[in-house]
């Protein structure tokens, strides 16, 4: 089955910074690549995705970058503000043919300092 | 829309009791999610339903059953709780069969506390 790397698993950056999670992927077949973030007490939420016919994709301070042939995903947040704390989540999933189950990432708790 | 619907929000369980957790969407998806979110764990599926009538083990299923005699709803159960089985539970839904619909709706979220 698919098996999703997620690093760093803390990332503590100051307002104004740039982050970048990372995430590898095993199975080549994966076509859907979401994003979500999860705020304290509070479900997921997808904030971005990118399917594997784009290279990249930007949704005003965020983009998401993928790299097929070595099987990796990156979350960049520019200029960061103390309301993107939160912990995000990376997912792969196969569209079609395959069962569609998502398999997640660990996560990666943001802190950003004021 | 009230989007996934969760019930109850946080609940204490003696060692053996039993329990029901009700997952609700009203945007009439295919499939439907039970995960389990520990400290450190990430989001770790425990059941799921691709339709109506079926449900299918995920990665951590000892322990769960779960039913989904409506489209709506997709119950979550345990017979007999163990400590080990304290988390916060999220249910999530979407259509990924359907088109580019593959994006999962969470809910709130569960807090079970099993003593």
């Known amino acids: 089955g698919e098996n999703v790397e997620q690093h760093p698993s803390t990332l503590s950056v100051q307002e104004g910074d740039s982050a970048v999670i990372k995430c590898t992927y095993s199975d080549s077949a994966s076509n859907y690549f979401p994003w979500y973030k999860q705020e304290l007490g509070k479900g997921p939420q997808l904030i971005i995705d990118i399917r594997s016919n784009v290279g990249e994709k930007k949704d005003q301070r965020i983009a998401v970058t993928l790299n097929k042939t070595a099987k990796h995903f990156s979350l960049h947040i520019t200029e960061t503000q103390p309301e993107d704390s939160a912990v995000y989540f990376c997912?792969?999933?196969?569209?079609?043919?395959?069962?569609?189950?998502?398999?997640f990432g660990r996560g990666t708790s943001l802190i950003v300092h004021p | 829309n009230a989007g996934v619907t969760q019930t109850p929000k946080f609940r204490v369980l003696k060692t053996g009791q039993s329990m029901t957790l009700l997952c609700a969407q009203d945007m009439n998806h295919e499939y439907m999610y039970w995960y389990r979110q520990d400290p450190g764990m990430g989001l770790r599926l425990i059941h799921y339903s691709v339709g109506e009538g079926t449900t299918a083990k995920g990665e951590v299923p000892d322990g769960y059953n779960v039913s989904r005699l409506k489209k709506q709803n997709f119950l979550l159960g345990l017979e007999s709780a163990a400590p080990s089985q304290t988390s916060v539970y999220f249910c999530a839904s979407n259509s990924p069969a359907r088109g580019m619909q593959e994006t999962q709706y969470f809910g709130p979220g569960t807090r079970l506390l099993v003593l």
């Open positions: 997912a792969a999933s196969i569209r079609s043919g395959g069962s569609y189950i998502p398999t």
